[in-house]
């Protein structure tokens, strides 16, 4: 198991747009692996590239009885359903608020080793989707929650016991090949 460090909300690669994958090397499945280990040790639903300091547009997900990741994802939306729920992520730990989301999305991307892949998501996956999609351009939930909500939000982030109000020092990125070394 390799668990790697998540970046918390402050740090500025989560502010980042992440680059396409061009290589489907053994480094990419490297930090598949550790995304993947990271987000289960995490107990979480997804994980991108960016909350380990690398910024390269991948992602892992398990969710909704479905597991797997995508490289270089886009998403469209399916039918004009919407929903209201409950939504936190591993960068702002111990924290979620309601954030408002499409209800059905196919996201189209490649696996690990180049090849195509399609995922289906309705409720929790579209959910996950959406959410580490928006990672992968540097846009955080927070961004999609109504004034009200954000307001809150930030009050209660600058309480946090892991929130000092400063932009946290930067590691070296585990996967100094993909440029992105902080």
């Known amino acids: 198991m390799t668990v790697q460090p998540i970046r918390l909300f402050g740090d500025p690669v989560l502010r980042t747009a992440a680059t396409e994958v061009t290589d489907f090397d053994k480094e990419l499945r490297t ?53 209201d729920g409950s939504e936190g ?21 490649w696996n690990m080793h180049g090849e195509p892949v399609e995922v289906e998501g309705t409720e929790t996956l579209a959910r996950c989707i959406q959410h580490e999609s928006d990672h992968l351009d ?22 946090a016991e892991w929130f000092d109000g400063t932009v946290p020092t930067l590691k070296q990125s585990p996967h100094p090949l993909f440029g992105r070394s902080s």
Request: charged fraction near 25%.
């Open 138 to 159: 540097g846009v955080l939930f927070l961004d999609r929650l109504d004034a009200d909500t954000r307001k809150q939000a930030m009050r209660e982030i600058r309480q």
């Open 89 to 109: 992520c591993l960068s702002i730990p111990g924290m979620s608020w309601d954030c408002k989301r499409h209800l059905h999305v196919v996201a189209k991307g």
């Open 31 to 83: 930090l598949v692996k550790d995304l993947w280990d990271t987000m289960q040790d995490a107990g979480g639903a997804g994980l991108a590239a960016p909350q380990l300091g690398v910024g390269l547009r991948v992602f892992t997900y398990h969710c909704d009885g479905f597991a797997g990741h995508l490289v270089n994802p886009t998403w469209d939306v399916v039918g004009e359903e919407m929903q």
